[in-house]
Every structure is written in structure tokens, then in C-alpha cells.
């Protein structure tokens, strides 16, 4: 990490910052970013390098293109792609002996809510922010190259599962697999019953986490669209209680965030009804990601824990369904 940091810290007058800017690490997940500060200018902002081999190019520019029309259309407060010195917003950089593409991003302030009680107001705020989210998804007329991920049931837990296979989970059981396999059996009939017609599945930000949420003072900033695709407009709200989904407090977080989504558009008691089952899918999707994504601190954090309570979920989901 820290060679990345050095090599990329030498390119930083590629984004018109003086030679006394200083690069600090800030998190390393699907990406790797930093947060980079110019004594001089005072500009700050955040680069972001991507993953190897994950987003292709077109794929990128995509997601910096509807950020760019969500500011244009003043929809919420997230920070600015920002170009280099050449104009371009997807820049190559040579890093760790292989081309590297890099983002740049404003700064935004701001800190993760915390879960305290204060969570349920912000979920209110949340849910009126995505519902925001999908009324310009459904209306914005996207470029004629626009190319992003498509986050269905194959892509979660099926036959091309993007984020590694839920069945190689952690610490995962030949008995705890095969209840999952049943749980997953059953999210899949839910899910196909659903459906994905226009007004049901469309271009989302899919990783609307407490992490990519940043509170300063009665602004609630939303970042990283890194996994922005096309899934379910209400599995936005799965994404929204990742890793707490097991804990008790999600019903409160339900209410609240559908309460904040009701103030822009419309729920219907079949969009309301599949919510338990996007959280249940988003759950072992993450099951999955942790597994493949064993070199970040969440999942190192995390571990087989996640796992074990997963089980316990699908447990409950079961017994519900």
C-alpha cells in the first residue's frame, strides 16, 4: 500500500496540485482512495484507484456521467468528479509495476451516521434522498454508450455472481449450506414472481451503506457510485442496512426510510412486501463478498461471525416465508 501511495502522491501535479501536497490513505474495499491535500491551494480532494479488472473503462465514465447529471440537476449532494490537467476524469497512472485507472473527487465533509438513536431521522432523510435517486433514474436520458453492471438474482447468489460464490462463505457448514441453498431457493421464486418490468428494476446506486453516507450538520451527502447498475429500485434499501441486517433495529429503519421515501413517490404494498427479501438477498450476496474479498479490514473484521449470523437469518427468513 504504501508504494501505491508513493507513486501515486509523485502524479498528483496531473490534477494541478504543487509539489507540496501530501496523499493519505484513506480505505481500501472494492477500490483503494486517498485523500489528497495541497498546503498552498487548499484544495483538497479524493482519488479513488480502481480495482484490477473489475469496471471496464466505459464502465466508469458511465457511473461519472449520471453523477455529473445528478449535480446538474441539483438531486442530492454528492462530490463533483473532477478532470486533470488534460481534461480527462478517467486517468491512467502507472502504479505497483501496471496501468492503474483513477478517479478524482472533490472533498466532501462530512462523517458516517452512527448507530445510535439518532439513525431512524436519518433513514427518514435517506429514504426521501433515494426515492429522489430513482425519479431521475427513471427520467434521465442516459448516454447512447452507457454501460453498468446489472445487479439481478444471477449476478447476486445465481450463475454469474459477481462478488464470488455465497457457498464458499467463511466458515460455512455442509448443513448451513444446504439451509442457505434453501433460502436462496426461495429469494429466487420471490424474486421471479416480482419481477424486473421497467417501473421495478432500473439504474440504482446499490451500495447506499452507512459508509458511503456522510452527515454534516442537516446534510446528508451520499458517495461512492462505484456500484451503481441496473437492479431493483427497492433493493436500494437492502443496501442501506448492510452488515446490520440481522440486528433488531432494521424494522425501526424500514419504517423510517419508507416514510422518507413516501414524501417523493409512491410504495405499493407489493414493492413494500419484497423489502425482507432483498435485505435477505443483500445479506448473503455480502456473505460472498467477504469471502472474496478477504484482504480488506471488513472483512478481516467481520469474518466467520458474519457468516454464522447469516445462517441465523435465513433461519428466521424460513420460518417466515
Not at 496501468?99 to 462523517?111: H, I, L, N, P, T
Not at 429514504?127 to 435517486?133: D, K, N, P
Not at 457510485?225 to 437492479?231: H, I, K, R, T
Amino acid at each position: 500500500m504504501e508504494t501505491m501511495r508513493s507513486e501515486l502522491a509523485a502524479a498528483l501535479p496531473q490534477w494541478n496540485l504543487s509539489e507540496h501536497a501530501t496523499l493519505t490513505f484513506l480505505s481500501h474495499s472494492e477500490n483503494t482512495t486517498f485523500l489528497a491535500e495541497d498546503p498552498f491551494s487548499g484544495q483538497r480532494l479524493v482519488l479513488r484507484v480502481q480495482r484490477i479488472g473489475y469496471h471496464a473503462p466505459a464502465e466508469i465514465v458511465s457511473e461519472l456521467s449520471w453523477i455529473t447529471a445528478l449535480i446538474a440537476d441539483d438531486v442530492i449532494a454528492t462530490p463533483r468528479p473532477l478532470a486533470d490537467r488534460d481534461g480527462l476524469l478517467l486517468c491512467s497512472v502507472q502504479l505497483n509495476g501496471s496501468m492503474r485507472q483513477v478517479v478524482a473527487f472533490e472533498y466532501m465533509s462530512g462523517y458516517e451516521p452512527d448507530q445510535s438513536g439518532s439513525l431512524p431521522s436519518w433513514f427518514v432523510k435517506l429514504g426521501m434522498l433515494t426515492a429522489q435517486l430513482h425519479r431521475h433514474s427513471r427520467s434521465w436520458t442516459r448516454p447512447p454508450a452507457f454501460q453498468r453492471k446489472t445487479w439481478d438474482f444471477d449476478a447476486m447468489l445465481g450463475t454469474r455472481p459477481l462478488w464470488g460464490d455465497w457457498r464458499a462463505a467463511l466458515g460455512l457448514g455442509n448443513a448451513e449450506r444446504q439451509l442457505l441453498q434453501r433460502v436462496a431457493d426461495s429469494l429466487a421464486d420471490r424474486i421471479s414472481t416480482y419481477g424486473q418490468q421497467s417501473e421495478r428494476f432500473g439504474l440504482v446506486h446499490a451500495d447506499l451503506r452507512l459508509a458511503n453516507l456522510l452527515v454534516d450538520g442537516e446534510r446528508l451527502g451520499i458517495i461512492d457510485f462505484d456500484d451503481c447498475g441496473f437492479s431493483w429500485f427497492f433493493y436500494d434499501f437492502a443496501a442501506a442496512v448492510s452488515f446490520m441486517e440481522h440486528e433488531s433495529v432494521v424494522a425501526e429503519l424500514q419504517e423510517a426510510w419508507l416514510q422518507g421515501y413516501r414524501t417523493v413517490a409512491s410504495v405499493s404494498k407489493d414493492d413494500e412486501a419484497m423489502l425482507p427479501v432483498f435485505v435477505m438477498l443483500r445479506r448473503i450476496l455480502l456473505t460472498a463478498w467477504i469471502s472474496s474479498h478477504s484482504d480488506t479490514e471488513t472483512a478481516r473484521r467481520l469474518g466467520t461471525d458474519h457468516t454464522h449470523d447469516t445462517v441465523a437469518m435465513g433461519e428466521r427468513f424460513l420460518r417466515g416465508f
